[in-house]
């Protein structure tokens, strides 16, 4: 059974977090093949590199019966998207926590520098979690493991390596299985 599944997924850059994760939902609607596979991207292509990245992960779901919606900020507004007896593949929480902490920056004034405002979309995160799992709408999230990275003396990287962490250990405590990859293989931690 699948209903309320909520699995995490984190690693390395590189590490086959995406394609394991991928695996992961497939499995866990083997029993269910009728069920729509979400894949919700968070990339936006604003570089080069990052364009070659989106293209590349496409490929990997070429031919498959993934249905992608991009969903860089504003998690919640995936809620009307999401259809009954959908299964998701949430791509990544690092990305979208920069988009959202970024949110903003056009006008001069990006999220992370405004009172509240990470704090505000870290709840409305959680909260459309909540609800799609009270919809029995299985969940993969990946993310990826920047912690492990030199403290930084920037206030902006401090900030948005202590929200992830923040994240992460909330993923980690809801979770039904949580896995680490490395080099490709899996560590399950839960």
Not at 37 to 53: H, I, N, S, W
Request: with cysteine; glycine share 6%; aromatic share 12%.
């Amino acid at each position: 059974m699948v209903s309320n599944e909520l699995v995490f997924i984190t690693g390395g850059v590189r590490s086959g977090k995406s394609a394991y994760a991928e695996k992961c939902l497939i499995n866990l609607v083997a029993t269910s093949p009728k069920k729509r596979l979400v894949y919700v991207a968070t990339g936006v292509p604003f570089d080069e590199e990052m364009k070659q990245r989106i293209i590349r992960h496409q490929n990997d779901r070429a031919g498959q019966r993934w249905t992608t919606i991009e969903q860089p900020t504003d998690f919640s507004k995936l809620l009307s998207k999401i259809k009954e007896g959908d299964a998701i593949l949430w791509d990544c929480v690092t990305t979208w926590l920069t988009n959202e902490f970024y949110d903003g920056y056009e006008t001069g004034v990006s999220c992370f520098q405004k009172e509240g405002c990470i704090e505000r979309k870290f709840i409305e995160m959680q909260n459309t979690i909540y609800a799609l799992r009270e919809r029995n709408i299985p969940i993969v999230v990946v993310s990826n493991e920047v912690l492990d990275e030199p403290l930084s003396t920037s206030y902006e990287v401090k900030l948005y390596q202590k929200w992830l962490g923040r994240i992460h250990q909330w993923f980690v405590a809801e979770a039904t299985t949580a896995i680490e990859m490395e080099y490709g293989q899996m560590h399950q931690w839960k």
